[in-house]
């Protein structure tokens, strides 16, 4: 298992482990007194408030927490030490909505959403339903944690995964401050490996991409630019090749935000999302097509409301009373995070979006 950098704040028994203490800390201080002007008030200058739902196209599902690392700017704490883990029945929940609405995207997460005991079961009933497009989002380095993972590149083909997965960075340096020692040549590996049963080559329908999170308190750079650096990198480097790079912005909750909190950042980086402010990022944000559904079942507008516990705005709360009807149309519920997928050219699941 990679050495770990850190412990998970829930581990550590920190104040953020609650997501009331980040609800705290994002209303407070430069927001309380008008230094900075709340999501809610910057959206309502453009008239779009409130944010409303549109058809729902994404379902993001979150099947655990636990994870085989434990990277300092992780907004789902994730780690070996959390034990929350989405059971069969819920999945079988999520199976069946999966086959009534209309969404064209499956998409799973963690932690490494690997690690849950009934995992492949999930994908292998989940692919009978003949999804559009079916996202796993893999760390790389499971791949290569323990010999029971070592098959998942061709257990992922067979059932024609669309593999996403974090890369930091091309250089061994800025990957492991962000994600933990050896996790840079363990990921290479990975990539290595998935390349080898077709992913990520020219013309493959075997889809490999890369994320890209900054490794400090800055926003990511244009996303087009980055992906050309990487690939080219990539190929010279080590023989690796994968189709796209999307560049995510790092949001304040969790332990990005105990980062910028201990560094003394956080004012400063609120600041930068706040003066990136890009209004037309607002009408392509995730949560407007997307529903996220927590371990236990629980919907949230996006997996960053998940982590702060802020559910749905709606009568619908549980994968259990899915109707796609009455989830449409819903108002967003939002706060000073949202700036995050706001700023720049915009920041989602799938990459900018403005």
């Known amino acids: 298992m990679t050495k770990l950098k850190t412990q998970s704040l829930h581990k550590k028994g920190s104040d953020l482990a609650h997501s009331n203490r980040q609800l705290e800390i994002l209303s407070n201080g430069i927001f309380q007194n008008g230094t900075l002007p709340t999501f809610k008030a910057k959206i309502a200058e453009t008239s779009q408030f ?17 994870c085989n690392q434990v990277c300092t700017h992780c907004h789902v704490d994730a780690g070996p030490d959390r034990k929350e883990i989405m059971t069969k029945e819920t999945m079988q929940q999520c199976l069946n909505v999966i086959k009534t609405s209309g ?13 849950n005991p009934n995992f492949r079961w999930f994908v292998e009933e989940a692919s009978k339903i003949g999804i559009k497009d079916f996202i796993v989002r ?76 900054p490794s400090g308190a800055f926003l990511p750079g244009d996303q087009m630019a980055m992906e050309k650096d990487f690939k080219k990198a990539l190929i010279e480097e080590f ?17 990005f935000l105990d980062y910028l909190i201990a560094s003394e950042n956080y004012e400063d980086y609120m600041y930068q999302l706040v003066e990136a402010y890009n209004p037309a990022a607002v009408s392509n944000v995730m949560c407007t097509n997307t529903l996220s559904v927590s371990w236990d079942g629980y919907l949230y507008d996006c997996d960053f409301n998940q982590m702060l516990e802020l559910p749905v705005n709606n009568k619908i709360k549980h994968i259990s009373e899915f109707n796609e009807t009455l989830l449409e149309g819903r108002n967003i519920v939002i706060s000073q995070h949202c700036f995050g997928c706001t700023a720049g050219a915009g920041s989602s699941c799938q990459g900018t979006v403005a």
């Open 50 to 66: 409130p944010l409303k739902a549109k058809t729902l196209e994404i379902l993001q599902i979150n099947v655990g927490y636990m």
């Open 103 to 115: 969404a064209h995207t499956l998409d799973l997460t963690g932690g490494a959403p690997e690690m």
């Open 138 to 213: 893999s760390n790389l380095t499971i791949i290569r944690a323990n010999k029971k993972y070592n098959d998942l590149p061709e257990f992922f083909k067979k059932y024609n995964v669309h593999v996403v997965s974090s890369m930091p960075h091309w250089t061994k340096g800025k990957t492991d401050k962000q994600r933990g020692d050896g996790v840079f040549n363990k990921s290479i590996k990975a990539l290595q490996e998935l390349n080898a049963v077709g992913y990520g080559m020219p013309n493959s329908k075997l889809k490999l991409d890369l994320v890209y999170n």
């Open 239 to 255: 023989g690796v090749q994968f189709h796209n790079l999307f560049a995510i912005t790092n949001l304040p909750i969790s332990r």
